[in-house]
């Protein structure tokens, strides 16, 4: 190792290095152990100078972070993080999207409920509970503003189902009401 | 505590750190983890400092620091620069500190009711050694070792490394106050490095 690159080492760590220099030295120190040891030393001397007394990393210290970063299953909370995505996780998590896609289906199961007969209706519960829906045998078609209200629904509820639950769903009413099958067809086109 | 502590001015890094610090960045986001590994160098003390002083408890000091370099690692692809690199991690740790506290806190305690009179005493004495842990005695030493050997360096290094570490001037300016060139300027610092280096480095092997 020369005086020259270990000169180079002491400028990168002022800020001082140029920057067509950096690429070069960062890949020789990811190599070379000693270089990264006078880093770390210069940059103690500094926070020793700047800042007597207190706690110092041991010396060991960087090597441990290291390896926890190599480790597997190491993952970081992301609430620590100041990061913007944070606020989505909720939406993501499994357990709310299959709530969110129980009460559609739930919610369709009432709408439909006053034009269905009886049997129907039970075949429709059923159905919600165990997300297989089956056509709606004897079911009245419903008015075209009920429709667009269905579809509505539908619109909701695709954002937050499974494709399994979101396409058994779909089946189900639209064999109930046929005026709800250019709206799917649109909302199954989307990206 | 605060949920976001203001970063102390006397530590922020100048300008040129900075510069320095975003492109390290910018090559651990594209894979380089090299400089990732040259920002923890970079950063390893000002952090196990602050996080020693956030959590009173030096024996976890390390442990949350750890923590927040890994948790600034897996994130780093959601820094933009918007602030600097350190004002970033420093609020990392501070929240990891926070974290820790949480949970320490919320730690059950009754177990030492459980303990026998040898048990007891064998943790006692733990948490004294715990106390006066070797690091603090190495933190010590450190420190004499470096301000003897900046006490024994010839005039114009020592003057060159106290402008550069201690006022936080950059090369231009010490060239101005030396009035010398700012290439003897970084040969200066660097010399002044190695001498401290020489005496520092026995210690830590």
């Known amino acids: 190792m020369t005086d020259q690159i270990r000169e180079q080492v002491s400028a990168l760590l002022d800020g001082e290095l140029p920057r067509d220099e950096i690429g070069l030295l960062v890949r020789r120190m990811e190599r070379d152990p000693d270089l990264r040891g006078s880093f770390g030393r210069y940059s103690l ?13 041991h010396p060991s210290f960087a090597a441990r972070v290291s390896a926890a970063i190599d480790a597997p299953g190491e993952a970081a909370a992301a609430q620590d993080v100041p990061a ?6 909720f939406w993501k998590r499994p357990a709310f999207a299959t709530a969110v896609a129980a009460s559609f289906a739930l919610l369709a ?36 503003a009920q429709s667009q209200r269905l579809a509505g629904y539908l619109v909701a509820h695709s954002q937050f189902s499974s494709p399994m639950a979101r396409r058994s769903v779909w089946s189900g009413l639209l064999a109930a009401d046929p005026g709800l099958q250019r709206a799917s067809y649109e909302i199954q086109e989307a990206p | ?40 160098l970079r950063y390893q003390h000002k952090v196990v400092k602050l996080v020693a002083r956030l959590l009173r408890d030096p024996a976890e000091a390390e442990d949350v620091a750890q923590e927040a370099f890994v948790k600034a690692y897996r994130a780093l692809g959601s820094f933009r620069g918007d602030s600097a690199f350190y004002t970033w991690l420093y609020r990392i740790a501070v929240n990891t500190a926070r974290n820790s506290i949480a949970s320490r806190q919320r730690r059950p305690l009754d177990y030492e009711a459980d303990l026998s009179e040898n048990e007891q005493s064998a943790v006692e004495s733990r948490m004294r050694h715990t106390d006066t842990p070797e690091a603090n005695v190495l933190s010590e030493e450190i420190h004499r070792t470096v301000n003897r050997a900046v006490e024994e360096l010839p005039e114009d290094l020592r003057t060159a490394i106290i402008l550069r570490e201690v006022e936080g001037l950059s090369y231009e300016e010490i060239a101005q106050a030396m009035d010398c060139p700012v290439g003897t300027v970084r040969s200066r610092i660097f010399r002044a490095r190695e001498a401290i280096d020489r005496n520092l480095k026995p210690l830590l092997d």
């Open chain 1, 84 to 89: 913007i995505a944070a606020s989505h996780a």
């Open chain 1, 109 to 144: 199961v009432i709408l439909v409920r006053p034009f269905a007969s009886e049997d129907a209706a039970i075949v429709v519960a059923n159905t919600a509970a165990t997300l297989t829906v089956s056509p709606l045998a004897g079911a009245i078609s419903p008015t075209p």
């Open chain 1, 45 to 57: 001397i500094g926070e020793t100078l700047r800042a007597p007394g207190g706690r110092t990393a």
């Open chain 2, 1 to 40: 505590m605060k949920p976001h502590e203001p970063v102390d001015d006397e530590t922020r890094p100048s300008a040129g750190v900075e510069q320095s610090d975003l492109e390290l960045v910018k090559r651990a986001q594209r894979g380089e983890r090299g400089a990732f590994d040259l920002l923890v």
